[in-house]
């Protein structure tokens, strides 16, 4: 079953079109990602699926309703999380508090008073802690964590809200060899609850842990299907031996 529907997308900035006529489907639970080379509207379409733009034509259906014009916090409130490229942990505070930070955004304030509640929001933040290889590093300020560490607690923020989708853009930018292979181990258990929309320029990276790509070239969806037919693609390879 389709759980975000692109369809006919558009964007334009000014007089540049950085998006036509883009056709996305993901399913539930699968992990779908987005490739293809610099500046061919990877993140143009990621940040319109978070509503952190607004499409100029075309519509977005996720989870059944219409989200085309929704805002990005009413997007948040249907089931989907976003981590960007950019930072956004809070660095003079700890990792434990960051992500109970993240954990108690999903909580209705009156929740927040009652000592159970605060119990259960203990447990959820130390098992997100324990998932995300965190566990040890709770009382360090969150500043002063390696960069792949920095990413990990943001997924594990990202993942605090129960998501249905999470959109991840660049997750594995500035990771060592071997924190890039952890962070796929990381990902890969979200799976039995949420699907994954991830830009990525590691190929063998996002090969490994997609079931589905999308290749977007000069604002236009070149090629979309699972990793090997993806693989076996003349056009994407054209693409890829003579642009990237
Ligand atoms: N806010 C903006 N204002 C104007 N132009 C923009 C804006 N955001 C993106 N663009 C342009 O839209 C096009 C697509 O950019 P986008 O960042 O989506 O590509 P990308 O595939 O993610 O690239 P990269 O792999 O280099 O990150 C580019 O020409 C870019 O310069």
């Known amino acids: 079953m389709a759980l975000l529907e ?20 993901v399913r539930a639970r699968s992990f779908h990602g987005l490739i293809g080379p610099n500046g061919s509207g990877k993140s ?11 499409a100029s034509e ?41 992500v109970l930070l993240a954990v108690q955004a999903d909580q209705p304030l009156w929740t927040l008073l009652r000592s159970k509640s605060r119990a259960a929001l203990h447990d959820e933040v130390l098992e997100l802690l324990e998932r995300f290889l965190l566990a040890d590093l709770a009382t360090d300020l969150a500043g002063e964590l390696s960069h ?14 129960k998501p249905k989708l999470l959109l991840l853009d660049e997750p594995t930018g500035g990771m060592s060899p071997e924190e890039r292979r952890v962070t796929g181990e990381l990902l890969m258990p979200i799976k039995e609850s949420c699907a994954l929309v991830i830009v990525e320029h590691d190929l063998d990276f996002i090969k490994d842990i997609c079931d589905h790509l999308t290749v977007l070239d000069q604002g236009q969806v070149l ?16 693409v890829y031996t003579t642009r990237v």
């Open 6 to 25: 692109v369809r006919d997308l558009g964007k334009t900035f000014g007089a540049l079109r950085a998006l036509g006529g883009v056709d996305v489907t």
């Open 44 to 54: 143009t379409l990621l940040k319109a699926i978070a509503g952190a733009h607004f």
């Open 58 to 98: 075309g519509a977005i259906a996720f989870d059944g309703a219409d989200i085309t014009t929704a805002t990005p916090a009413e997007r948040a409130k249907r089931g989907l999380s976003l981590k960007f490229q950019i930072t956004a942990i809070l660095p003079e505070l700890s990792v434990y508090d960051n």
């Open 148 to 161: 792949g560490q920095q990413q990990w607690l943001e997924i594990a923020m990202a993942m605090a809200v």
């Open 223 to 238: 090629d979309d299907g699972t990793v090997a037919e993806i693989e076996r693609s003349s056009r994407v390879q054209e």
